[in-house]
């Protein structure tokens, strides 16, 4: 069953799990206003050992630097802890900040949900892992 949080008056975002996999829709504005209660919330989905997550970001209506911030505390939290994290992101003026800010290559984007949820952990790597 999924849950709905506001993380902003101009950012919400909802919560559901599939197959194991914790899948967060971000909608509206992702900015400095809403980088604090998303850092909060991927926090506590990233405190786990292993956590296996996908940010949907395809309902995002704009990303800023700060907006990016919590995404790369939530990679950083998620390598150390051995797990994966994949986003979705179709729009180009999401992926144009994402490129800007040099994170096109950290971060494993799909434009679609079931391409994100169907790629297993073992046809992958690992953030975190040795290569």
């Not at 980088?35 to 506590?44: M, Q």
């Not at 939290?77 to 051995?82: P, V």
Request: hydrophobic fraction near 40%.
């Amino acid at each position: 069953m999924a849950s709905e949080t506001i993380i902003s008056s101009e950012c919400r975002h909802t919560e559901r799990t599939v197959g194991g996999t914790t899948v967060v829709e971000l909608h509206g504005e992702i900015d400095i206003v809403a980088a604090h209660s998303l850092t909060v919330c991927l926090d506590g989905l990233t405190a786990s050992p292993h956590p296996d997550l996908v940010v949907d970001l395809r309902a995002v209506s704009f990303i800023d630097s700060a907006g990016l911030t919590p995404l790369c505390r939530a990679r950083n939290r998620i390598t150390r802890r051995h797990g994966r994290l994949r986003l979705v992101a179709d729009s180009d003026r999401v992926l144009r900040v994402m490129s800007g800010a040099g994170l096109s290559d950290v971060f494993e984007i799909h434009d679609r949900l079931p391409e994100a949820l169907a790629v297993v952990a073992s046809e992958g790597p690992l953030l975190g892992a040795a290569s």
